[in-house]
């Protein structure tokens, strides 16, 4: 690094830039003037959001394919999934977007305590929907509601006792980092490092948002129309509650109703005439092309039907018992999606936290002016499109169903 | 031989030589001086060292596939599984390690902001950690190599992808990391053309190298980040059955399919953009005459990257799509051969009643050419769908994408390679080194592939180890071919390595060329210009002279006049250095 800085001097000397050197301490020397760094970092910001775009666009195209093949399994599996901890991330995100511009407006009339605050109410909205999400996540791993391949949802016992507390662990990297900032916030204020101080404040109540968003989660996921909201707070938690006795029970009935449907024997691909003509083809020893087709329609029959599971060969059951017990393999490929799509933006709003922090602390330095505010703005960018992903998201995931 | 030394009126412009503490290559020492370089020129350089190796590492597996054929039932005692191995490092190794990063990220680093007359790229920090992405991903490709190997072919194709014991999460995370290495590039490079073009460089003053690049820009931006959630949608599939791609969770691998060739087909103009753009610079200098049909070669490397996106399915002809598809695919991948077409026609007009220098660059040039030409005609048997039937997963196909690839993007590589090799390291290769390679690589080029054209026709599938005895004659042509090519680019990489000790040093512009990388000296300073160069018609040649005393052309001005008055004598060549 120390040979870049070196480069950088004697560029500036030859373009006779030494004199202004004070006043151009962010200007990059392969850059003439701060308009055109800035409008080089505003072109570079957009095209990245347009791989956004095109990245996320993949996942909207599995979705709309398979929404396409298989509406009633997503109108059903909509059905688990509880609006208003949606409603409640899409406002929370909002808001989130609104402290963002206002914060690009802080740096550019040079207002450095209000950016800080600003970025801090960004970072705290993020760690509340993250907050949220988490409670949203661990209650549906625990009842099985996963991707195709590991769904084990059964309608019967829609809350097995037993497995892993899964909010604990999504919880447990947050908590140690609350722990922390609140210890190096301590050492700080022992040393009288002021600096440090008004960077780990901010980043205190950020951390601790996280866990106002669990509460808020578990608050909404249990309460509301259920009558048993005093004990939920536990079930939710700790997922122990075998009863569907809790707040979105008349949700999940609603989705029951949608998947049964989905084992009417109908439903499979193979048209019994076909399956004929292929037994007497796959006769033939000459024809191992047939034979092969046979086996894998078959195959496809057992799967589609619900009789062959990965890793564990469940009987046969009769189609009437199936309908009542069996589960739905094809309601999955919803919840693939819901992973693979949250998940994404999930990583999404992450990786803005990590860069936010980074201009946290730079605004605490007070390095943003009317001439380089670009890092805020363009994070904005980029804040703007993961909140109008999730607008995306929330009704093409949760309000289907309804 | 020439016609001597400047005449022109008005001042002569020559960079001269770099001072040792200016020079990119010595302005600093140390290992973490070159790791931690942002200087664009260090990161090309880094570039090519990896890429390079990547290419010897294919080839060298490719070898290894040709001597394997020698006999029907296998020269070596490689078994069924570990060929399979074998054909699928070697593409995956040549497509996402070499390949695509090669003209765009080793030389197009190099060259985009010298070009320009720019200090560096647009984000140097950036280009630096898309160089270490790079890195990254070819860890992943060599860590799968090390583990279980990798036997799905390049492509990945689901079902056996997700049910294959080999390494394929891992190989595929590699090039999930490739792909943000490539993304990146190609952001910083739209970005620097758009905002860092001098005064007086419009878009139709860049050098059509600028245009080809940007253009490439375009699809990497655009359609990576599809192979992107294309391969994490492929490792999700893998770890937890998703049930997107994979049959027996009710997934659709024709959808795989889909998804995988929205972005490889696009990827496939990625690698021969570049080419076209050397190829323009190369018989432009070379010939020194302008370019013919500026306008055109501009445009049409846009609708090229525009049209590449419609026609990914002309992959997919035999996966069962709907017919209407299939015809509507076969008829778009027709409009391809138009914009292809008006490039060689501009390129064979350019040269035409040029001054032709056969120097070395000149001479892969012309091979590129040649090659081009045979693979995108037989491109046209491909796309149409009755032919394509017989054809599809033969030798016919393999020989064709070899002809694009190898006989187009890696031919002009290796002739951009020897042409701005001088400007890179300092230092003159021997010409007649550089003119046997040429010759060897050629011939070696044609004896490989063309017998598998016939192969292909009679009926030999890709990817068989063992074959019937009726075709050995042809599989034992190609091989020796195959030894040939490989011995050929041995030769232009042993001459191109003599030259870094051996070598005199290189002029400012040993070749005759107008664009602005001439006008800095050989290798370039750190900051590429003291000030910001005079940005002129990059084809213009008539006040570019050849200069017998030091065995270098030379800048003079013209005077400016608003008519443009008889057609300024070109000078004769310098009929190389022989």
């Known amino acids: 690094?120390?040979?870049?800085?070196?480069?950088?001097?004697?560029?500036?000397?030859?373009?006779?830039?030494?004199?202004?050197?004070?006043?151009?301490?962010?200007?990059?020397?392969?850059?003439?003037?701060?308009?055109?760094?800035?409008?080089?970092?505003?072109?570079?910001?957009?095209?990245?959001?347009?791989?956004?775009?095109?990245?996320?666009?993949?996942l909207f195209c599995a979705y709309a394919l398979y929404r396409n093949l298989r509406p009633d399994v997503f109108a059903g599996s909509s059905e688990f999934l509880n609006t208003k901890l949606g409603a409640i991330n899409t406002g929370v995100l909002l808001f989130s977007s609104l402290t963002m511009a206002w914060g690009v407006r802080c740096a550019q009339l040079r207002q450095h305590k209000m950016l800080a605050g600003m970025l801090a109410a960004t970072l705290s909205c993020a760690a509340i929907f993250l907050g949220v999400k988490a409670i949203e996540y661990s209650h549906k791993w625990s009842m099985g509601l996963l991707p195709a391949g590991l769904y084990t949802y059964d309608p019967a016992n829609p809350h097995p006792a037993g497995g892993p507390n899964y909010l604990l662990w999504i919880c447990a990297p947050f908590a140690i980092g609350l722990l922390f900032v609140v210890g190096w916030l301590i050492i700080a204020k022992i040393k009288k490092d002021e600096f440090k101080v008004r960077v780990l404040m901010p980043l205190t109540v950020v951390f601790a948002c996280f866990f106002v968003g669990v509460q808020l989660g578990t608050i909404l996921e249990s309460g509301g129309e259920g009558e048993h909201a005093a004990g939920d707070d536990h079930h939710v938690v700790a997922g122990a509650d075998g009863h569907a006795e809790h707040g979105d029970d008349h949700a999940e009935g609603r989705a029951d109703e949608h998947l049964e449907d989905l084992d009417q024997p109908n439903n499979l691909a193979i048209e019994k005439a076909d399956l004929a003509g292929l037994e007497v083809l796959a006769q033939d020893q000459s024809n191992p092309g047939a034979r092969d087709t046979l086996e894998a329609l078959k195959r496809q029959e057992a799967v589609a039907s619900g009789s062959v599971l990965q890793g564990d060969q469940r009987p046969v059951e009769s189609p009437t018992e199936k309908r009542v017990t069996a589960t739905p393999k094809q309601a999955g490929v919803f919840f693939s999606i819901y992973y693979c799509m949250t998940g994404v933006h999930a990583i999404h709003i992450l990786a803005g936290m990590g860069v936010m922090i980074w201009l946290l602390v730079r605004a605490t330095r007070a390095e943003f002016n009317e001439n380089y505010f670009g890092p805020i703005d363009y994070v904005g960018l980029y804040w703007h499109l993961v909140d109008l992903i999730w607008i995306y998201l929330f009704p093409l995931l949760y309000l289907i169903g309804k | 031989m020439t016609t001597g030394a400047a005449t022109a009126p008005g001042g002569v412009r020559d960079a001269g030589f770099v001072s040792d503490n200016e020079n990119y290559l010595k302005n600093s020492s140390g290992v973490l001086s070159w790791m931690f370089t942002l200087d664009h020129k260090r990161i090309g350089i880094m570039y090519l060292v990896g890429i390079l190796t990547s290419f010897l590492g294919g080839g060298l597996l490719a070898m290894v596939i040709r001597y394997h054929l020698m006999a029907p039932g296998g020269a070596t005692t490689i078994s069924n599984d570990a060929y399979n191995q074998l054909f699928t490092l070697h593409g995956a190794i040549m497509v996402f390690l070499f390949i695509i990063p090669s003209i765009p990220a080793a030389l197009g680093n190099f060259l985009v902001p010298v070009m320009l007359g720019a200090k560096d790229v647009a984000f140097p920090r950036l280009n630096l950690s898309s160089f270490y992405l790079w890195v990254g991903g070819a860890i992943f490709f060599v860590g799968a190599l090390l583990m279980n190997g990798l036997d799905t072919g390049w492509t990945f194709y689901t079902p056996y992808s997700t049910s294959t014991d080999t390494s394929v999460v891992m190989a595929t995370f590699g090039a999930f990391i490739l792909g943000f290495s490539s993304i990146f590039t190609g952001l910083n490079f739209i970005v620097t053309i758009n905002t860092m073009r001098p005064p007086g460089m419009t878009w139709f003053r860049m050098p059509l190298f600028l245009w080809a690049t940007y253009a490439t820009s375009i699809i990497q931006v655009l359609a990576t980040p599809v192979l992107g959630i294309t391969l994490l949608l492929l490792i999700a599939e893998n770890v937890m059955h998703i049930g997107i791609f994979d049959p027996e969770f009710n997934g659709d691998p024709v959808t795989y399919q889909h998804f995988f060739w929205f972005y490889s087909h696009p990827a496939v103009y990625i690698m021969i953009l570049p080419a076209f753009g050397i190829i323009s610079e190369l018989i432009s200098v070379h010939s020194h005459k302008g370019i013919f049909g500026y306008r055109f070669i501009a445009y049409s490397s846009i609708a090229l990257a525009l049209l590449s996106f419609l026609v990914w399915g002309h992959h997919m002809f035999t996966s069962g799509m709907s017919s209407v598809t299939v015809v509507i695919f076969s008829a778009l991948t027709f409009t391809v051969s138009v914009p292809s077409a008006i490039k060689v026609f501009n390129w064979v007009a350019t040269m035409y009643k040029g001054a032709i220098s056969l120097t070395t660059p000149m001479c892969y040039a012309l091979a590129f050419l040649f090659l081009f030409t045979i693979g995108g005609l037989t491109g046209l048997f491909l796309g149409t769908i009755s032919t394509d039937l017989h054809l599809h997963d033969t030798y016919f196909v393999v020989a064709h994408f070899h002809y694009v690839m190898m006989g187009g993007t890696v031919v002009s590589f290796v002739g951009g390679l020897f042409h701005w090799w001088p400007k890179m390291t300092g230092k003159m290769f021997n010409e007649a080194g550089g003119r046997i390679s040429a010759l060897i690589v050629f011939v070696g080029f044609n004896l490989t592939f063309l017998p598998q054209f016939l192969l292909g026709n009679q009926g030999m599938p890709r990817r068989y180890a063992t074959y019937d005895p009726e075709f050995q004659w042809l599989h034992q042509l190609s091989s020796i071919g195959a030894f040939t090519l490989g011995i050929g680019l041995l030769v232009a990489g042993l001459v191109l390595l003599h030259s870094l000790y051996a070598g005199r040093q290189a002029p400012a512009n040993p070749w005759g060329g107008a664009t602005l990388e001439w006008h800095c000296t050989s290798p370039p300073p750190f900051y590429n210009f003291k000030h910001a160069p005079v940005v002129g018609d990059p084809y213009e040649f008539a006040n570019v002279h050849y200069d017998e005393a030091t065995d270098n052309y030379v800048f003079t001005e013209l005077p400016r006049t608003l008519v443009p008055e008889e057609p300024v004598k070109t000078p004769t060549p310098a009929g190389g250095q022989s």
């Open chain 1, 1 to 58: 690094m120390a040979n870049t800085a070196l480069q950088a001097d004697p560029s500036h000397d030859d373009a006779g830039h030494h004199d202004d050197h004070e006043h151009h301490e962010n200007l990059a020397h392969h850059f003439d003037t701060y308009e055109q760094q800035f409008d080089a970092g505003k072109l570079g910001i957009w095209v990245f959001l347009v791989t956004e775009v095109l990245f996320f666009g993949g």
